[in-house]
Protein backbone atom coordinates (compact mmCIF):
# COMPACT_ATOMS: atom_id res chain seq x y z
CA UNK A 1 0.00 0.00 0.00
CA UNK A 2 1.44 3.35 -0.91
CA UNK A 3 1.84 5.88 1.75
CA UNK A 4 -0.70 8.76 0.33
CA UNK A 5 -4.17 7.37 -0.72
CA UNK A 6 -5.15 8.50 -4.07
CA UNK A 7 -8.34 9.91 -3.82
CA UNK A 8 -10.94 9.83 -6.87
CA UNK A 9 -14.44 12.39 -7.41
CA UNK A 10 -16.11 9.26 -7.55
CA UNK A 11 -15.78 5.56 -5.69
CA UNK A 12 -16.24 3.20 -8.49
CA UNK A 13 -15.81 0.26 -5.61
CA UNK A 14 -18.33 1.27 -3.54
CA UNK A 15 -21.41 -1.06 -3.24
CA UNK A 16 -24.35 0.80 -5.61
CA UNK A 17 -27.88 -0.26 -6.33
CA UNK A 18 -28.99 -0.07 -9.91
CA UNK A 19 -31.73 2.46 -10.20
CA UNK A 20 -33.91 2.54 -13.40
CA UNK A 21 -33.28 5.66 -15.88
CA UNK A 22 -36.99 6.02 -15.50
CA UNK A 23 -36.64 6.56 -11.52
CA UNK A 24 -38.33 9.77 -11.34
CA UNK A 25 -42.07 8.44 -13.07
CA UNK A 26 -42.69 6.75 -9.76
CA UNK A 27 -44.03 9.35 -7.63
CA UNK A 28 -45.76 12.62 -8.49
CA UNK A 29 -42.89 15.08 -6.90
CA UNK A 30 -40.06 13.38 -8.83
CA UNK A 31 -41.61 13.70 -11.95
CA UNK A 32 -42.56 17.73 -11.01
CA UNK A 33 -38.90 17.84 -10.18
CA UNK A 34 -37.53 16.22 -13.98
CA UNK A 35 -40.28 17.93 -15.37
CA UNK A 36 -38.57 21.27 -14.10
CA UNK A 37 -35.36 20.25 -14.96
CA UNK A 38 -36.50 19.75 -18.48
CA UNK A 39 -38.04 23.11 -18.89
CA UNK A 40 -34.37 24.42 -19.38
CA UNK A 41 -34.70 22.70 -22.93
CA UNK A 42 -37.16 25.06 -23.99
CA UNK A 43 -35.47 27.66 -22.58
CA UNK A 44 -32.30 27.14 -24.84
CA UNK A 45 -35.28 26.34 -27.86
CA UNK A 46 -36.29 30.15 -27.60
CA UNK A 47 -32.67 31.39 -28.08
CA UNK A 48 -32.07 29.46 -31.27
CA UNK A 49 -35.70 30.77 -32.14
CA UNK A 50 -34.53 34.58 -31.36
CA UNK A 51 -31.24 33.54 -33.24
CA UNK A 52 -32.82 32.74 -36.36
CA UNK A 53 -35.30 35.44 -36.18
CA UNK A 54 -32.46 37.94 -35.63
CA UNK A 55 -30.57 36.53 -38.67
CA UNK A 56 -33.80 36.66 -41.00
CA UNK A 57 -34.31 40.72 -40.09
CA UNK A 58 -30.69 41.09 -41.08
CA UNK A 59 -30.73 39.28 -44.09
CA UNK A 60 -34.10 41.56 -45.15
CA UNK A 61 -37.99 41.62 -45.71
CA UNK A 62 -38.10 38.31 -47.92
CA UNK A 63 -36.16 36.10 -45.24
CA UNK A 64 -38.47 37.84 -42.36
CA UNK A 65 -41.54 37.28 -44.16
CA UNK A 66 -40.64 33.40 -44.91
CA UNK A 67 -39.58 33.54 -40.88
CA UNK A 68 -43.19 34.62 -40.45
CA UNK A 69 -44.48 31.80 -42.85
CA UNK A 70 -42.36 29.18 -41.33
CA UNK A 71 -43.72 29.75 -37.77
CA UNK A 72 -47.22 29.29 -39.23
CA UNK A 73 -46.68 26.19 -39.74
CA UNK A 74 -48.42 23.24 -37.72
CA UNK A 75 -45.05 21.82 -36.57
CA UNK A 76 -44.22 25.10 -35.09
CA UNK A 77 -47.25 25.86 -33.88
CA UNK A 78 -47.20 22.66 -32.05
CA UNK A 79 -43.93 23.20 -30.95
CA UNK A 80 -44.39 26.56 -29.38
CA UNK A 81 -47.27 25.76 -27.93
CA UNK A 82 -45.21 23.17 -25.73
CA UNK A 83 -42.69 25.36 -25.43
CA UNK A 84 -44.84 27.70 -24.36
CA UNK A 85 -46.24 25.78 -21.46
CA UNK A 86 -42.89 24.57 -20.22
CA UNK A 87 -41.32 28.04 -20.27
CA UNK A 88 -44.65 28.87 -17.89
CA UNK A 89 -43.71 26.05 -15.93
CA UNK A 90 -40.32 27.27 -15.34
CA UNK A 91 -41.55 30.51 -14.56
CA UNK A 92 -44.21 29.43 -11.60
CA UNK A 93 -42.02 27.01 -9.98
CA UNK A 94 -38.77 30.06 -10.12
CA UNK A 95 -40.92 32.57 -8.78
CA UNK A 96 -42.33 30.30 -6.11
CA UNK A 97 -38.59 28.97 -4.71
CA UNK A 98 -37.37 32.72 -4.95
CA UNK A 99 -38.10 33.14 -1.26
CA UNK A 100 -36.89 30.18 -0.54
CA UNK A 101 -33.63 30.80 -2.18
CA UNK A 102 -32.86 34.18 -0.97
CA UNK A 103 -34.07 35.29 2.56
CA UNK A 104 -35.04 38.72 2.82
CA UNK A 105 -34.84 40.93 5.75
CA UNK A 106 -36.42 44.39 6.54
CA UNK A 107 -35.29 46.29 9.48
CA UNK A 108 -34.10 42.67 11.48
CA UNK A 109 -37.80 40.74 10.62
CA UNK A 110 -37.80 38.00 7.47
CA UNK A 111 -39.73 39.69 4.42
CA UNK A 112 -43.12 36.87 4.77
CA UNK A 113 -42.58 34.53 1.75
CA UNK A 114 -45.71 35.49 0.43
CA UNK A 115 -44.59 38.99 0.02
CA UNK A 116 -41.28 37.84 -1.92
CA UNK A 117 -43.61 35.86 -4.16
CA UNK A 118 -46.43 38.44 -5.11
CA UNK A 119 -43.73 40.78 -5.55
CA UNK A 120 -41.95 38.41 -8.10
CA UNK A 121 -45.36 37.91 -9.82
CA UNK A 122 -45.85 41.22 -10.18
CA UNK A 123 -42.50 42.28 -11.64
CA UNK A 124 -43.27 39.40 -14.00
CA UNK A 125 -46.62 41.12 -14.85
CA UNK A 126 -44.86 44.64 -15.25
CA UNK A 127 -41.94 43.63 -17.69
CA UNK A 128 -44.48 41.43 -19.78
CA UNK A 129 -47.10 44.30 -20.47
CA UNK A 130 -44.06 46.69 -21.28
CA UNK A 131 -42.22 44.27 -23.47
CA UNK A 132 -45.60 43.73 -24.98
CA UNK A 133 -46.41 46.98 -26.03
CA UNK A 134 -43.04 47.68 -26.96
CA UNK A 135 -43.54 45.10 -29.61
CA UNK A 136 -47.09 45.78 -30.67
CA UNK A 137 -46.69 49.17 -31.86
CA UNK A 138 -45.32 48.38 -34.59
CA UNK B 1 -14.22 23.59 -13.00
CA UNK B 2 -13.53 24.11 -9.29
CA UNK B 3 -12.86 27.64 -9.90
CA UNK B 4 -15.42 28.64 -11.60
CA UNK B 5 -18.19 27.18 -10.44
CA UNK B 6 -19.75 29.89 -8.31
CA UNK B 7 -19.34 31.97 -11.88
CA UNK B 8 -21.14 28.94 -13.78
CA UNK B 9 -24.02 28.88 -10.77
CA UNK B 10 -24.38 32.58 -10.96
CA UNK B 11 -25.10 32.55 -14.77
CA UNK B 12 -27.62 29.76 -13.58
CA UNK B 13 -29.29 32.13 -10.93
CA UNK B 14 -29.20 35.36 -13.19
CA UNK B 15 -30.39 33.34 -16.39
CA UNK B 16 -33.15 31.50 -15.03
CA UNK B 17 -34.82 34.80 -13.54
CA UNK B 18 -34.60 36.69 -16.87
CA UNK B 19 -35.64 33.25 -18.51
CA UNK B 20 -38.95 33.71 -15.91
CA UNK B 21 -39.45 36.92 -16.27
CA UNK B 22 -39.43 37.46 -20.00
CA UNK B 23 -39.70 34.59 -21.88
CA UNK B 24 -43.50 33.63 -21.56
CA UNK B 25 -44.34 37.10 -22.94
CA UNK B 26 -42.12 36.73 -25.84
CA UNK B 27 -42.51 33.46 -26.73
CA UNK B 28 -46.44 33.70 -26.72
CA UNK B 29 -46.33 36.68 -29.00
CA UNK B 30 -43.80 35.20 -31.73
CA UNK B 31 -44.68 31.71 -31.04
CA UNK B 32 -48.46 31.84 -30.73
CA UNK B 33 -49.76 35.39 -31.08
CA UNK B 34 -48.65 36.14 -33.98
CA UNK B 35 -48.42 32.54 -35.80
CA UNK B 36 -52.31 32.35 -35.12
CA UNK B 37 -53.61 35.67 -35.92
CA UNK B 38 -54.49 36.71 -32.65
CA UNK B 39 -52.95 40.25 -32.75
CA UNK B 40 -51.11 41.28 -36.05
CA UNK B 41 -47.04 40.71 -36.07
CA UNK B 42 -44.85 43.95 -36.22
CA UNK B 43 -43.80 44.68 -39.88
CA UNK B 44 -40.38 44.40 -41.20
CA UNK B 45 -39.70 47.99 -41.48
CA UNK B 46 -40.91 48.59 -37.51
CA UNK B 47 -38.31 45.82 -36.28
CA UNK B 48 -35.82 46.69 -38.43
CA UNK B 49 -35.68 49.90 -36.81
CA UNK B 50 -36.29 48.58 -33.52
CA UNK B 51 -33.32 46.31 -33.60
CA UNK B 52 -30.38 48.50 -34.59
CA UNK B 53 -31.74 50.74 -31.67
CA UNK B 54 -28.68 50.76 -28.89
CA UNK B 55 -31.01 50.02 -25.89
CA UNK B 56 -32.58 46.69 -27.67
CA UNK B 57 -29.41 45.24 -28.98
CA UNK B 58 -28.75 45.18 -25.53
CA UNK B 59 -31.78 43.84 -24.11
CA UNK B 60 -31.84 40.97 -26.96
CA UNK B 61 -28.09 40.17 -26.23
CA UNK B 62 -28.94 39.59 -22.59
CA UNK B 63 -32.74 37.94 -23.35
CA UNK B 64 -30.17 35.61 -25.39
CA UNK B 65 -27.11 34.70 -23.89
CA UNK B 66 -28.13 34.76 -20.06
CA UNK B 67 -30.82 31.97 -20.65
CA UNK B 68 -28.62 29.84 -22.64
CA UNK B 69 -26.29 29.40 -19.72
CA UNK B 70 -28.70 28.58 -17.39
CA UNK B 71 -30.21 26.10 -19.60
CA UNK B 72 -26.39 24.61 -20.08
CA UNK B 73 -26.29 24.61 -16.04
CA UNK B 74 -29.23 23.20 -15.48
CA UNK B 75 -29.47 20.56 -18.31
CA UNK B 76 -25.87 19.79 -17.42
CA UNK B 77 -27.39 17.95 -14.39
CA UNK B 78 -30.03 17.47 -16.15
CA UNK B 79 -28.13 14.47 -17.74
CA UNK B 80 -26.07 13.45 -14.87
CA UNK B 81 -28.76 12.73 -12.81
CA UNK B 82 -31.48 11.24 -15.00
CA UNK B 83 -29.75 9.76 -17.41
CA UNK B 84 -27.19 8.85 -15.04
CA UNK B 85 -24.13 9.40 -17.30
CA UNK B 86 -21.92 10.12 -14.54
CA UNK B 87 -18.69 9.18 -16.43
CA UNK B 88 -19.05 11.42 -19.17
CA UNK B 89 -19.45 14.55 -16.89
CA UNK B 90 -15.89 16.56 -17.97
CA UNK B 91 -17.85 15.92 -21.69
CA UNK B 92 -21.08 17.07 -20.62
CA UNK B 93 -19.71 19.91 -19.00
CA UNK B 94 -17.81 20.76 -22.49
CA UNK B 95 -20.60 20.51 -25.16
CA UNK B 96 -23.28 22.33 -22.83
CA UNK B 97 -21.27 25.61 -21.89
CA UNK B 98 -19.35 25.32 -25.14
CA UNK B 99 -23.26 25.82 -26.76
CA UNK B 100 -23.88 28.69 -24.80
CA UNK B 101 -21.07 30.22 -25.54
CA UNK B 102 -21.18 29.73 -28.81
CA UNK B 103 -25.26 31.02 -28.62
CA UNK B 104 -23.76 34.18 -26.67
CA UNK B 105 -21.13 34.61 -29.89
CA UNK B 106 -23.75 34.15 -32.28
CA UNK B 107 -25.92 37.01 -30.22
CA UNK B 108 -22.89 39.22 -30.43
CA UNK B 109 -22.09 38.98 -34.31
CA UNK B 110 -25.53 39.33 -35.21
CA UNK B 111 -26.40 41.94 -33.06
CA UNK B 112 -23.50 44.27 -33.55
CA UNK B 113 -23.71 43.58 -37.20
CA UNK B 114 -27.48 44.35 -37.86
CA UNK B 115 -28.72 47.05 -39.21
Given at each position: MSAEPHYTLYHPRWYRRRVSVWWWLQNRAYAGFVVRELTSVFVAYFAVLYLWQ???LAQ????????LARLRTPLF????????????????TWFNLAPKAMVLR??????PDRVVVGLNYALWLALSAAAA???LRG | MGRIAPLLWLLFTVGGTVAALLLPVHLFL????FPLGLVEPPRYEFLQRLVTH???????????????????HRFRYTLYDGLQLKHLTELIAVLCYGAALLGTAMA???LWTIG
Open positions: LRAGPEAYAQFVALDTVAFLFVLFHAILAGTRVWVL | TGLAPVTRLYLFVLISLPLFHWAAYL
